[in-house]
């Protein structure tokens, strides 16, 4: 009679390898050998690999405020060897009011510029020197923070793992978790190849995928609700430059373009409940962001060279969730990063792992005071 399969143990389990696993995975992996199982072959393949890669403060709510400062220091000066090249890019941001909604500006500035002070309203003139292709008359006040960066999220990934493995863990593709059960002080989780793991610690950053995975430890039930955002790369107007060019969203953040390469991604910046599932963009709403980003900026655009589209998660109150679940020990949620899951990454994280550990979280997560119980998992129980 054929005995049955060895079960691996390990210290923690992260199941999903996108940015938010990754991340939780490489912060952990100085003290504990950490385990992160994939459904799909490659880490990022699903919102991670989808991003706009901006790194915006003026963006969200206080406590993602408070995280994205926290994040900066580390995507400044990533500890040794974590990544090849710098991590940001100066990239800027330029906000344009539509004439008729000059006195949302006013609003803007009064929730953000003095805690953003690199953030200032600019003359016409001056946004039209950022953005020479900016129609005339289509901008009432124009608003720039000049602190808005881009990220090498790729790089970033990749960072976490090296580290992870560093650390004697590792990533393991082609991995999806089907069951999770409890025994004692010990996780048992199978995947559908059938291989088994145990761990005293798993990790739910499942991403669009949480409240399944939540679902399938018996988990406290916590709605998170995956939302399509579609994006589309056009080339730039025949001879510009576009590398140089700002971030630009409307203030209303009905539609954003910003370079990619010698391109340009624009995205209509929807927001379309939708099942979990590898998301793929609607035509209609590449064509409401190319028509809106038209109407702004004289692009005159013949063709899409692609498109895709990725689920930003949220919460019910649109704050991610960090926190053991409050029925089930052990087991830790990390989800519902939603718009903003790299430029918090390394302060989430970073944040959730001193919670792991038992650990005071580091000063520089701290350093902008935030009510931590605004992520907590027991807010919905
Ligand atoms: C168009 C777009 C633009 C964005 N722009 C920005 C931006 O400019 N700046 C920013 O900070 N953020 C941005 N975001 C948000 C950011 O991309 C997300 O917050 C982040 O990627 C979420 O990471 P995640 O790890 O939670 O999710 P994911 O990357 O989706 O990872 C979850 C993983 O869990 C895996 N999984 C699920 N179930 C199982 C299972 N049962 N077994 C094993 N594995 C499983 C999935 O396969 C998936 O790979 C943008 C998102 C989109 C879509």
Redesign the pocket.
């Known amino acids: 009679m054929a005995g049955a399969a060895a079960v691996e143990r390990v210290e923690v389990i992260v199941?999903?390898?996108?940015?938010?696993?990754?991340?939780l995975a490489g912060a952990l992996s100085a003290q504990r050998q950490v385990l992160v199982?994939?459904?799909?072959a490659q880490?990022?393949?699903?919102?991670?690999?989808?991003?706009?890669?901006?790194?915006?403060e003026p963006y969200s709510s206080d406590p993602i405020f408070a995280l994205?400062l926290g994040t900066l220091p580390f995507l400044l000066n990533p500890p040794e060897g974590f990544a090849e090249a710098p991590l940001l890019t100066p990239r800027g941001y330029l906000l344009l009011a539509p004439k008729g909604s000059e006195a949302e500006v006013d609003a803007y500035l009064e929730n953000w510029a003095h805690r953003c002070t690199d953030l200032a309203e600019i003359s016409l003139e001056a946004a039209h020197g950022l953005l020479p292709v900016l129609r005339q008359g289509y901008a009432g006040r124009a608003v720039y923070d000049r602190n808005a960066l881009a990220?090498d999220?790729h790089g970033m990934i990749q960072g976490y793992l090296r580290q992870v493995k560093a650390g004697g863990g590792r990533f393991q593709g082609g991995?999806?978790?089907?069951g999770i059960e409890k025994f004692g002080d010990t996780f048992t989780v199978t995947?559908a190849s059938g291989e088994r793991f145990e761990a005293p610690v798993v990790v739910n950053?499942?991403?669009?995928?949480?409240s399944?995975?939540g679902a399938?430890a018996g988990a406290a039930p916590l709605r998170l609700s995956p939302l399509?955002?579609?994006?589309a790369l056009i080339s730039g107007p025949e001879g510009a430059d576009v590398r140089a060019w700002p971030a630009v969203s409307s203030l209303q953040k009905s539609f954003y373009f910003k370079p990619e390469g010698g391109e340009l991604m624009v995205?209509p910046a929807d927001e379309t409940p939708f099942d979990?599932c590898d998301?793929y963009p609607d035509d209609y709403d590449l064509a409401v962001g190319i028509a809106r980003a038209e109407e702004c900026a004289d692009l005159k655009v013949q063709r899409i060279n692609s498109s895709?589209?990725?689920?930003?998660?949220f919460s019910d109150d649109g704050q991610p969730i960090y926190g053991f679940d409050p029925t089930l020990p052990g087991f830790y949620w990390?989800?519902?990063?939603?718009?903003?899951?790299?430029?918090?990454?390394a302060g989430g994280a970073a944040w959730c792992a001193a919670e792991i550990l038992g650990t005071a979280p580091p000063e520089a997560v701290m350093a902008q005071p935030f009510d931590t119980a605004a992520f907590r998992p027991e807010r919905f129980a």
Not at 175 to 178: F, G
Not at 308 to 313: D, F, S
Request: aromatic content about 8%; overall charge positive.
């Open positions: 199941i999903g390898g996108g940015i938010a696993g990754c991340s199982l994939e459904r799909e880490p990022a393949y699903h919102a991670s690999g989808r991003s706009a890669a901006i790194y915006i994205t990220m999220t991995a999806e978790v089907v995947l950053a499942a991403g669009a995928w949480a399944a995975v399938l399509r955002r579609s994006a995205s979990a998301a895709w589209a990725g689920l930003r998660t990390c989800a519902g990063q939603g718009g903003t899951g790299f430029q918090t990454a």
